[in-house]
């Protein structure tokens, strides 16, 4: 069945940086965009960007940009996402997502979530 | 503050029906592009529910339907039931912000 599996619970400090992994399965990684979607606690759910498997071409929400970086491994079929200097209000579940905003189709198959929280 | 704007939480008794607004502006739901739906269940991620304004994934029972008028989608849910308690998003693309935005999420509850 199509899954996208991502990477455990991560802990870190202001200032530091994360990368959270989404492997995909049962359909062909290059066919789909990957989209990154992300919910602080409580919180509604916030846009992040999204990257094109196919090109490596990227949209990255502008209130993130210079902070973040997406991208591809086709030879594992895993998407990646990495945010730097992080601040206490980046604690929140990180969610990799088959699609792009822009599809028709919407974002069709989520990932389990990965909570990042970010704590001196 | 959201550029979807939703009601923060709607409520009905089992077997009622209940609809769930998204307004949105002249750049995203007017401008065109589709209006899909999520149910976030507690504690999971969330599931497509509707997607291009009015079509269901396979698995989702058909008392959900959605609709798209102007500037607004809408989620209808019919035959409430205990289960469909949940966190619902609409999620549409801008063209100013040259990206994805969700409205800020209605809850729903089974009296």
């Known amino acids: 069945q199509v899954q996208l599996v991502q990477s455990g619970a991560e802990v870190k400090k202001p200032g530091a940086s994360v990368k959270v992994s989404c492997k995909a399965s049962g359909y062909t990684f290059t066919s789909y965009d990957i989209s990154w979607v992300r919910q602080a606690p409580g919180q509604g759910l916030e846009w992040m960007g999204w990257i094109s498997v196919y090109n490596d071409n990227t949209n990255y929400a502008q209130k993130l940009q210079g902070r973040v970086t997406m991208t591809t491994d086709t030879s594992t079929s895993t998407a990646y996402m990495e945010l730097r200097s992080l601040r206490s209000d980046d604690t929140a579940v990180y969610y990799c997502?088959?699609?792009?905003?822009?599809?028709?189709?919407?974002?069709?198959?989520w990932g389990q979530g990965t909570t990042v929280t970010v704590s001196s | 503050q959201s550029v979807l704007t939703q009601p923060p939480s709607v409520s009905g008794a089992p077997g009622q029906r209940v609809t769930i607004s998204c307004t949105g502006s002249s750049s995203n739901i007017g401008a065109g592009y589709d209006v899909h739906w999520y149910q976030q269940l507690p504690g999971t991620a969330p599931r497509l529910l509707i997607y291009?304004?009015?079509n269901r994934p396979s698995g989702v029972p058909d008392r959900f339907s959605g609709s798209k008028s102007g500037t607004s989608g809408s989620l209808a849910i019919t035959g409430l039931q205990a289960e469909d308690e949940a966190d619902y998003y609409c999620?549409?693309?801008?063209?100013?912000?040259?990206?994805?935005?969700f409205g800020g999420g209605t809850k729903l509850t089974v009296l």
């Open positions: 997502v088959r699609g792009a905003g822009s599809s028709p189709l919407g974002l069709d198959v």
């Open positions: 999620q549409s693309y801008d063209s100013s912000l040259s990206g994805v935005v």
């Open positions: 291009g304004n009015s």
